[in-house]
């Protein structure tokens, strides 16, 4: 009887999960909202649970699974009708960084710091902030970004340019903190850095929100206020 009750449960359970995967299910793996994430989460809890617990019929199975796909489609259809409904449930995206320049409250409001943002940038493919023209953190977590127009992607056939060395931009000053390893990594010293600051008229590197360094370019840098 056991087997019969989860054989049974098992068969009603996978069909109802592939109707809704077909109404809902592109959605969720796409472009996950958090909602849709917890919404996914939630479905399969309250297959697994109820195909375990020999107290409940399958017919609670299909009627919370019914249910509970009825209201994904219900907060669809809404989001859909009406665009302040659809901001509250799959939130908006947020401009990180506007016009070369990271924005600090953005950062704070999606609890995020500098090096989040710059790891989710090296993973977008984009290995130094001075690349970025706006960057928005989108409402299922990934990154959109436009480049600056001389970072935007070109061959080197399309000019007939020779193979140029690449390098990796290195962050030197985060958060009015001097990273001296990464310094003396680059075989530079204290001396060095002042002359840099001083040229771009700056004086105490506790002003200085993030400063990078990259070979052949020099130290772009962006101030706290």
Not at 88 to 95: N, T
Not at 126 to 133: C, D, L, P, W
């Amino acid at each position: 009887m056991k087997l019969a009750y989860i054989t049974t449960d098992l068969i009603v359970g996978f069909i109802l999960l592939i109707i809704w995967i077909k109404i809902i299910g592109r959605k969720i793996i796409k472009r996950a909202t958090p909602f849709t994430f917890i919404s996914s989460i939630v479905l399969g809890e309250l297959i697994g649970n109820a195909i375990y617990d020999d107290k409940i019929s399958f017919y609670y199975i299909m009627y919370s699974m019914v249910l509970w796909g009825a209201l994904l489609i219900t907060v669809e259809y809404l989001g859909q009708k009406f665009l302040t409904f659809r901001g509250m449930v799959e939130g908006k995206p947020s401009a990180l960084i506007k016009n070369g320049v990271v924005d600090r409250q953005e950062l704070k409001k999606n609890r995020m710091n500098i090096n989040q943002l710059q790891s989710l940038l090296r993973q977008s493919e984009t290995f130094s902030i001075r690349e970025v023209a706006y960057c928005y953190l989108e409402a299922n977590g990934s990154l959109s970004i436009l480049k600056k127009t001389k970072y935007q992607k070109t061959t080197q056939e399309d000019f007939n340019m020779p193979p140029k060395p690449v390098y990796i931009p290195v962050t030197v000053i985060r958060d009015g903190e001097v990273l001296w390893d990464e310094i003396y990594d680059l075989g530079y010293d204290e001396a060095w850095l002042t002359t840099q600051l001083h040229s771009h008229n700056i004086t105490d590197y506790k002003n200085i929100f993030i400063a990078e360094w990259l070979e052949g370019e020099g130290l772009f840098v962006q101030t706290i206020s």
